[in-house]
């Protein structure tokens, strides 16, 4: 009788130790990778939601700015010192930064006054405020009332244009500023000579994170 041959089955083959431990580690590098890129995609995600916030919120402080300047009245006022003050105040050697009298103030609870009001813009620890009164004409019991409208500005200024013919533009249609005037207040040596508007007010604000903003306002022909 012949021998019978016997055909041995491949046996299977299992993974190493070193490789479950390579493939582990390759795992582990696609998911730091994996985490790493989806964590800078929200984050570039959140500074984008974020700065479109602050460019929004600018953009309503600023047409709010725009609709008390647009829409100055030429009336003075008399303060709580009894003194009478110009319809537009404002620089570096005034009070506050900005004050004027103002039309259109919107009356929807049918209060007994009128559509003029006295406003003020001003910066105190990097957050801008805007106050106004109740009345035009005050008594030293009126109070302002005061609403902080944008948090992070490092600077606020304004600048005043005299007159129409104080306008200058050199060759590049560049506004020359050299006579317009850092400060917009009464002279006190001649009390009786008034003040009258100006012809423009340009602002300008410094947002921390965003830069600088500036705006030119022409005031009404008063």
Known sequence: M???RMVSKPCARGFTLVEVLVAIAITALVAVVSYSALSAALASAERLRVSAQRVQEIGQVMSMLSRDIRQTANRTVIDEFGQRTPAVLGGE???DMLTVTRAGWHNSTGS???TLQRVDWWLEEETLWRGY???LDRTPGTERIETAVLDGVERF???FLPSVAALEINRDDVI???NWEDSWVADLSQPDQGLPPPAAVEVTMEVSGLGEVTRLYVLPAI
Do not use: H, I, K, S
Request: hydrophobic residues 30%.
């Open 112 to 114: 007994p006054r009128g």
């Open 157 to 159: 200024e304004v600048r």
């Open 2 to 4: 012949g021998q019978r």
């Open 176 to 178: 020359d500023r050299r």
């Open 133 to 135: 009164f109740p009345v």
């Open 93 to 95: 050697l005034a009070r």
